[in-house]
Every structure is written in C-alpha cells, then in structure tokens.
C-alpha cells in the first residue's frame, strides 16, 4: 500500500530537520512522500529551511495541533495510508528478544516497519496503529495489542478515516482519537515494543501538561463514561480506558 508521512510542526524548523527528517532520511526514505504542515505565517521560514532538500512538501495548515491534526486527514484522500510523526523524533526503538536479556535497539528499516503495519490494519479490519507511550524500557511488553489504547500522535500509523479524525478535544486529542478509531473498527492496534526517542522527557512538564487538561478530563469522562475512567496520580488527574470492554 502506498504512504505518505506528515509531520506537523510550528516554529522549529531547524529541530524538524535535525531530528526527524535526519532520521527518515538516515532509513532511506524517499523524502518526496514527507509533508510538512506549517501555520501559514511560517510557511516561508520553512521553505527556507529546507531550500536543500526540495523534495519534501511544505504545506500551509493550520494553527495549533488539533487543527493541524484535522487538516492532515482533510487534505488526504480518505483511505489513505498516513504516517504521522512528531517533529523532534532522534530514533524508533524495539524491544527485541535476547539471549540474556531483551535489548532496546533502534528498528531495522521504517518501510518495512510501515508497510508490515498496514496489512496487518488490513487483516485485523481496523485503521490505527501506535506505538508504547513512554520511552520506559521497564514497562514495554513483547507484544501487540488491539484492544481499547492509548495511541499517541507522537508516531501512529493509520487509514485515513475522516469521521474519525474530526476532533472536538484540544488537550485531549489523541485520547478521542483513539477512541473513535476503537469504535469504528472496534480495535485499534499498538506495539506495546516500540517507543520513540526524543531529545529529552521533562517530567515537570508533563504534569504541568496534566493540570493543565483538568476540566477537559471530567468533560471526556462525563461523555465516555462507558469508556474511560480518572485516575489520579499524585494529585494530578489522568485518564484510563476501561479494560475488557
């Protein structure tokens, strides 16, 4: 199946090449299937940026991620196969078995990767797929799962599907996504194996993050209390699908 990987990306036009198209390029990926969706107050700046390398496709979206994030299912055709990744990605990491232990090593080849992923959505008859969350080698698992996850926008590969990917959260998205794409399929697929490397994880941040989601949590809960439920850690809210749904 063909595919295209989109990156959204706003004011970090030097990281975006540095990090994530240093490492599709280092897997050899054809860069004229990567599109870069930028607010249209910076499309020149990234145009620039990537002067020696015109193949990959700047294109002007929207402001902020949610946006950003509907306007990349808009602008493809629906059933196509997408790639979406952060822009700050340093590498792909796989749990992989070991004779004395398992080692976390950086994945083999990405196509490869993508395209074992799309026809194993197109055996299961469901459209997402996503990756471990954190970058915690203690909590990665050799296995996949299909059952009602979290999938992250950091690196998901799906088949477009626009119904699903009409977003009303801001700070929530990916968690309704998720969700949209477990009910119209009823699964979504995640290697709970792989993780993404990024530069650094600030902790502080993410709780910061979290307390910041507060009222958007009790409105999702509210709305898919058959689905989700809140967890608190440490006096920050934090939401949890329900298992065994």
């Known amino acids: 199946m063909d595919y295209v990987i989109a990156i959204p990306s706003t004011n970090r036009y030097n990281t975006i090449n540095k990090k994530t198209c240093r490492m599709l390029r280092g897997y050899g ?19 620039r ?8 496709n700047v294109v002007i979206g929207k402001d902020g991620i949610r946006a950003q994030r ?10 196509q196969l997408i790639v979406c990744l952060d ?52 909590f990665l698992k050799l296995n ?25 959260f801001h700070l929530l998205e990916d968690w309704e996504t998720s969700l949209k794409y477990y009910l119209h399929d009823n699964g979504v697929m ?22 910041e989601k507060k009222f958007e949590i009790m409105v999702f809960q509210e709305k898919y209390e058959d689905y989700c439920y809140i967890k608190k850690r440490r006096n920050i809210l934090d939401l949890q699908f329900k298992k065994n749904i």
């Open 29 to 47: 990926i054809d860069m004229k299937r990567v599109y870069v969706f930028v607010p249209h107050n910076q499309y020149r700046k990234y145009k």
């Open 190 to 211: 995640r290697y709970n194996n792989v993780v993404v490397e990024n530069e650094y994880y600030d902790l502080k941040q993410y709780d910061r993050i979290l307390e």
């Open 144 to 168: 996949k799962t299909y059952n009602l996850q979290y999938i992250s926008g950091s690196f998901k590969i799906f088949i477009n599907r626009k119904i699903c990917e009409d977003r009303i």
């Open 87 to 138: 822009d700050d990605i340093l590498r792909i990491l796989e749990l992989k078995p070991s004779v004395n232990k398992n080692l976390l090593r950086p994945i083999e080849c990405l196509e490869t990767f993508i395209l074992d992923t799309a026809l194993a959505l197109n055996e299961k008859k469901i459209s997402l797929a996503g990756i471990y969350p954190v970058n915690n080698y203690h």
């Open 49 to 56: 940026r990537f002067y020696t390398c015109n193949e990959v």
């Open 70 to 79: 509907n306007y990349i299912s808009e602008y493809f055709a629906d059933g």
